[in-house]
């Protein structure tokens, strides 16, 4: 089993569609949680980090459960160009900020 | 006034032959690192340093080998190419934070093994 599970999709949503990607992770001792981006042919980049409290960023909203193990991201209002891969990344710190990656979800928005 | 990069962008080369990655961060990051992101897309850590001193280690062949000469740049050398190596390789940095380690990543380079 991986360590960082997620649903590759893809999802596919009109513009403005609201849309929520999920992501579970094994290891309990995980100690921070982030959702990175990555468009085509292109290096991934943070999107925003995941707090228990919940997190938003503009049209973006994070949420972790750690009494499941399960991190979620929200994308309200969909645009064009949230055409992207969402990678669920957990940073396991003892191991020196090992970040360990999910498959990541494809999320196509079309016009 | 690039970030974290990496030369070459791309390199095609011949099975069994012996090449070289470089990557570069003007960050000021103390930690840097190479993943390989294979055909299927599948991110994975390889190495990481922090002010040149090897602090992750997965388990990769002994063919490759990091080489940090100071804390802004992390080399990979890869000896005896195979085809399997075929893959994309980000060289990223990173600073600590509240939250863990920001990881900035390099726009990869491209390698095919033929």
């Known amino acids: 089993r991986k360590e960082v599970e997620q649903d590759p999709g893809p999802f596919n949503v009109p513009e403005g569609a609201t849309v929520a990607f999920n992501c579970t992770y094994s290891n309990s001792a995980s100690q921070s949680f982030f959702w990175y981006r990555q468009d085509c042919r292109k290096e991934p980049k943070l999107l925003m980090s995941v707090y228990s409290s919940g997190n938003e960023d503009g049209r973006f909203t994070a949420q972790l459960n750690r009494a499941s193990q399960y991190i979620s991201l929200l994308i309200r209002d969909s645009k064009l160009s949230d055409s992207a891969t969402y990678l669920c990344v957990v940073n396991r710190v003892e191991y020196g900020n090992k970040l360990v990656f999910g498959a990541g979800t494809i999320l196509r928005v079309k016009s | 006034d690039t970030a974290v990069s990496q030369t070459p962008k791309y390199l095609v080369t011949q099975m069994g032959n012996d090449k070289s990655i470089k990557c570069e961060q003007n960050?000021?990051?103390?930690?840097m690192y190479w993943y390989k992101q294979d055909s299927k897309k599948f991110l994975k850590i390889m190495f990481s340093y922090n002010n040149k001193e090897l602090i992750i280690n997965e388990t990769v062949p002994n063919r490759f080998s990091p080489k940090s000469p100071d804390k802004a740049h992390l080399n990979l050398h890869i000896n005896s190419l195979e085809l399997g190596d075929s893959a994309v390789y980000f060289c990223?940095?990173?600073?600590?934070?509240?939250?863990?380690?920001?990881?900035?990543f390099g726009p990869g380079t491209r390698l095919l093994v033929l």
């Open positions: 960050l000021g990051h103390d930690t």
């Open positions: 990223a940095s990173s600073r600590p934070d509240a939250g863990g380690a920001t990881q900035y």
